[in-house]
């Protein structure tokens, strides 16, 4: 012990300690540097296996091939009216996701409030929400490309689809969460019916919907994907489909990439949102 | 059952420059059967709640009061007999009653001047105005400065000042309170006795409230009503308390009271620990 405090010891130990103590607290606590840090690694690792030529480089190209084509600016698949770009293809797929996931919140809504204020109809909402509750995303998929075809409305349903049932037991759930004070005492206060759903309900189980939220994206942007490389003939899965076809494993690796990274990123705003929306737990 | 104490008499809430003034309203339980299981049920015979009096339903868990609560606030019905609001009986939530409750009296997604704010906005004030007059309903119990903050940021006994100042802004007729002080420190509670009977005194409110508090019940109530649980829940006894107010615990003859009480309640605890299906009834109450 003596030994290790001695080159301490001269100087001035108090300023240096305090520096690494700063640097050591801060390590652990930004998010974003163990996120870089463990993407390093993968990539590092990536790489390196290319190297040993454990990895066929056709078949997966290395990162140092990988990442100056995705930063080149020019990265498409397809010829003519098939041509699709990464950032044409991820804002399709994305605004598939946001509009499919709008419609199936607001239907849900609709269901919800229907389930609480008629209690008989309660009664036929929810065996229906609960069996659509378990069904996979992705088995909707031949489903809507029979039935709607292979355009942009179908990823839209399969969206839909995808988020209903749990966005509807989620919200009836988080409707009859509601501790009963609160709704005993905006009943006393001569509360009317608008305003218990505006002020009171609304508010109260905007934790259980936002969480509800955020576990269908991850359903619908599943199964968008499914169903853009399953058939549907635009957005970010049907540009890997693509890719892989005419032999550009570099785009397909980038497509992975890119669906991982949206993804994560979307998340994250939602959790953002929600923290915002949330401040009065706090 | 005579009654004592009607205190009736028309009063000004302090915090209003107009002339509003309210009389408390008149409560009568008659032949009251109410059940929810096999093993939870309470019957009330025969409880008048006078206008303007302040009634303490006193007990231990399990035998029934915030069953009778519920029924006066017109939120829950009797199987069997009646509650009756000024001779009307219930068909609904109670008119101009507000409740308090232990906890969760506030809603934690309001400041605490929207809290007050609240009812008024309901009844159609304007925004600016409903907060203007939250924040002199604040001021009456003293948290002014608190107006912005929310609920979480506040302690236990300043969002029961809150609710009371809300309470006083609602200007009910009749004030139900389940258990309202027992998540308090005693020094806090004693406070918010103080502030209840301020509140009740300067606005003529009939009050009815729940305690297994005996102290609080006794430094409160004009009337106890004595809750047993055995063979059902039940008003076991009815008590006028004629104790001279501000009460002091000191004062002999409130002492005999409470000795009186307290072996009533013991009393009563005893025949519990004998009764094995009661034991079970508390547990699922």
Sequence with gaps: ?282 | MDTVNNMSQATTYPADNTTSSTTGARLVFSNIRKSFSDTVSVEADSLIIESGSLTVLLGRSGCGKTTLLNLAAGLDFPDQGSVSYDNQILQGPAPSTTLIFQTRNLFPWMTAEENVAFPLRNQGMAKTEALEHARQYLKQVGLESFAGHKPAQLSGGMRQRIALARTIATKPRLLLLDEPFSALDMQTRRMMQRYLLDVWKNSGVTILMITHDLHEALMLADRIALMASSPTGHIADILDIKLERPRDPEDPAFRTVQQQLDRFLEHETLLAEHDPTLESANQQA
């Design chain 1, 1 to 282: 012990m003596q030994a290790m405090q001695q080159p301490r010891s001269p100087g001035k130990p108090g300023q240096q300690t305090a520096l690494i103590n700063r640097f050591t607290r801060w390590i652990p606590q930004s998010n974003l540097l163990w996120f870089c840090l463990a993407w390093l690694l993968i990539i590092l690792l990536w790489e390196f296996g290319s190297w040993m030529e454990w990895l066929n480089p056709q078949i997966l190209p290395p990162p140092s091939q990988t990442l100056p084509y995705a930063l080149s600016g020019n990265i498409s698949i397809g010829f003519g009216q098939q041509k699709t770009g990464l950032l044409e293809a991820t804002t399709i797929t994305l605004a598939r996701v946001g509009t499919g996931m709008l419609a199936g919140l607001l239907v849900a809504s609709c269901l919800a409030v229907t389930a609480i204020e008629l209690p008989v109809l309660r009664r036929l909402i929810l065996p229906i929400v609960q069996s659509l509750a378990p069904i996979a995303p992705v088995a909707w998929i031949p489903f809507t490309i029979a039935v709607i075809g292979i355009g942009g409305q179908a990823a839209i349903f399969i969206v839909f689809m995808a988020v209903l049932g749990t966005m509807s037991l989620s919200l009836i759930a988080a409707l009859d969460d509601i501790p009963a004070e609160y709704l005993k005492i905006a009943r006393s206060l001569g509360t009317s019916r608008i305003r218990m759903w505006w002020h009171i309900r609304l508010p109260a189980i905007v934790p259980g919907a936002m969480t509800a939220i955020r576990m269908s994206f991850f359903g619908a942007w599943m199964a968008v994907l499914a169903g853009e490389m399953a058939g549907i003939n635009s957005g970010l899965g049907y540009m890997i489909i693509m890719a892989q076809q005419m032999y550009n494993m570099k785009l397909v690796m980038i497509g992975i990439l890119a669906i991982g990274f949206i993804g994560f990123a979307v998340d994250r705003l939602l959790l953002l949102a929600g923290a915002r929306l949330l401040q009065w737990t706090r």
